[in-house]
């Protein structure tokens, strides 16, 4: 099998790499084998080969809504990243590989006078991740401008139209069938790209203000329950800055957990665990995780 990886030519096999260097928690014990993916072909036939011996295979973006366990995770861990990360402009129509950051999509959007995609100036995730959580900021979401996705389903690739793409919130067909993004199309608006970035620059600003962005952090922690704000929930618990370990209820804002030392995923993971129950007890909601955890 290592054999068979190695032999990818555009992407490169790691073996116990730490997965603290691959998410913005900085938190996360070794993947058993690790795949900086380089194109499309070697995502294809990394999954086959991880398939034919037996082997859990994992697809990660840019690791910012991850949670992974300290014990690792004993799998194939493939990383969509800047190996795969072109963007492709089109008149309005934008198309862009899944290891394409947010933000940089967004910057290139507004450069070409697009609008749209001002929401995700300042998700730290990428396009694949993005596509597959549908994430959204501000108003936006990405379903509001996605026309489609290729991605790999059952080991085969699909064109899938954003009809199809079965977007909720933090939600997708993705995510339900265990598919792989591996490049996603947008339809944007034209605009001033002055004002466009003026747009972008504003909602930033608003989440400097709002955001513990100084601190290793998955971002929002819990999904908003119907007819709720988590972090109000969290914070009328009493529960801002709540720490075990080096893990933290950020005091400017109770949604997000941050990292602000060492903090261990099993940290993590019993702050989580007594946020949910000191809320159900309060006000009766059950808190449930956006951030996905892996090797639980
Ligand atoms: C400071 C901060 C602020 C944030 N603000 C927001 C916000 O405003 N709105 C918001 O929605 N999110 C926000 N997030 C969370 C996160 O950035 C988004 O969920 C983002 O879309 C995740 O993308 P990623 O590439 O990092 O995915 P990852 O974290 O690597 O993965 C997330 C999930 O997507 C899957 N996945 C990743 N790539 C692919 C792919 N190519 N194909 C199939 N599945 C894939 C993974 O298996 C995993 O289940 C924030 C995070 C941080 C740290």
């Known amino acids: 099998m290592i054999e068979e990886l190695t032999s990818l030519s555009r992407s490169h096999l790691m073996e116990n790499e730490p997965m603290e260097k691959h998410t913005t928690f900085k938190i996360g014990g070794p993947a058993r084998w690790f795949l900086d993916a380089g194109c499309e072909e070697d995502v294809e036939r990394a999954l086959s080969i991880a398939k034919t011996h037996g082997l859990p295979a994992i697809v990660i973006g840019r690791g910012s809504n991850l949670l992974v366990a300290d014990r690792g995770l004993d799998a194939l861990v493939i990383e969509i990243g800047n190996g795969m990360s072109q963007i492709h402009v089109d008149g309005c129509s934008v198309t862009a590989q899944a290891g394409a950051r947010l933000s940089v999509l967004s910057q290139e959007a507004a450069r070409h006078g697009l609008s749209g995609l001002e929401f995700a100036a300042g998700i730290p995730g990428g396009v694949g991740g993005g596509t597959a959580m549908n ?9 509001d401008v996605l026309t489609g996705a290729r991605a790999i389903e059952d080991g085969r690739i699909v064109k899938i139209p954003a009809q199809d793409m079965e977007l909720g919130y933090r939600q997708s067909r993705i995510l339900k069938r265990n598919g792989v993004v591996l490049s996603a199309s947008f339809a944007l608006t034209p605009d001033d790209p002055a004002r466009i970035t003026e747009r972008m620059q504003e909602l930033n600003r608003r989440r400097r203000e709002k955001q513990p962005l ?14 709720y704000f988590a972090g109000a929930l969290i914070e009328g618990a009493g529960l801002k800055g709540c720490r075990i370990g080096d893990a933290m209820v950020s005091p400017l804002h109770a949604g997000f957990i941050v990292n602000v030392g060492h903090a261990t995923a099993e940290d993590v993971r019993s702050l989580i665990e007594h946020i949910q129950n000191t809320v159900y007890q309060k006000d009766g909601v059950r808190l449930e995780t956006e951030v996905r955890m892996l090797g639980f």
């Open 135 to 143: 994430a959204g900021a501000y108003g936006g979401q990405m379903s």
């Open 214 to 227: 100084s601190f290793p952090s998955a971002g929002s922690v819990f999904k908003r329950p119907e007819g």
